[in-house]
């Protein structure tokens, strides 16, 4: 069993299983955000990858050692991981919390889902050598993996950066495009997918590569959106001008 400050009076009232899920779920956000893997995270804390999936996945029986351990290198004080508790831990700043639908009745089922396709995208996606990338509905970057980082030239800040992992994009002219006006901003702002586009990254580096995107828009049951999912196709010259031929057909 956990124990902590909500373990105190009326323990008994109490629900045991959602208290753990409740620190679970933080855990696992705050890593999401602070772009670690479960492997890196328990790494970092010395601890057994086995007790990182264990508090991620709600179970409860995991001492207040192992959360202390996994706080410092999630950024947060132990009372946050316990309670969401908003006093970070030496002065750092509280952590930015998982960006939520548009206020409606169904709001926190959307939170649920967008939590659950972070979760599967880490799984399903972390190893391909396709660049994928999550954002929330407003295009905030929660989730991209490695190949992303690759195909960008650095790495992307989760939370921080919108709309598209590139440092900088350019159309095949060579003109700036804004990251607002960029294919991914397109889907989400009209809920609809993108498919034909054609746009150039531009690395710190000073590299470039052309790519096509397939930014898709995530819409619930009800028709609501609650985050977006891009995939980045490289190219080259000669496929390049196949498709823009294609295009101008």
């Not at 947060?76 to 030496?90: F, S």
């Not at 397939?214 to 010259?237: C, Q, S, V």
Request: net charge neutral; proline share 7%.
């Amino acid at each position: 069993m956990i124990w902590g400050p909500a373990m105190a009076a009326g323990a008994h009232e109490l629900d045991a299983e959602g208290f753990a899920a409740a620190i679970g779920a933080r855990v696992r956000l705050r890593r999401i955000e602070r772009g670690l893997s479960q492997a890196a995270l328990a790494d970092a804390a010395g601890v057994a990858i086995q007790h990182v999936r264990n508090c991620e996945g709600g179970h409860p029986r995991i001492s207040c050692v192992t959360l202390a351990r996994l706080a410092a290198p999630l950024q947060v004080g132990a009372g946050w991981l316990l309670e969401g508790d908003p006093v970070p831990a030496r002065g750092r700043k509280p952590p930015r919390e998982m960006p939520r639908a548009p206020a409606s009745e169904g709001a926190a089922a959307d939170n649920a889902m967008l939590q659950a396709c972070l979760v599967m995208a880490e799984e399903a996606f972390s190893g391909l050598p396709l660049a994928i990338y999550l954002t929330s509905s407003d295009g905030v970057l929660l989730y991209c993996n490695q190949a992303a980082a690759l195909f960008a030239g650095r790495w992307p800040r989760i939370g921080q950066d919108r709309w598209c992992v590139s440092w900088r994009l350019y159309d095949l002219e060579g003109n700036r495009m804004a990251h607002e006006e960029c294919p991914m901003a397109i889907a989400l702002q009209t809920g609809r997918p993108v498919r034909g586009a054609i746009a150039v990254a531009a690395r710190p580096d000073g590299s470039r590569q052309s790519f096509v995107p397939f930014p898709t828009p995530l819409i619930d049951g009800r028709g609501e959106l609650f985050g977006g999912f891009n995939a980045l196709y490289p190219l080259k010259l000669r496929a390049e001008r196949a498709v823009a031929g294609q295009q101008a057909d």
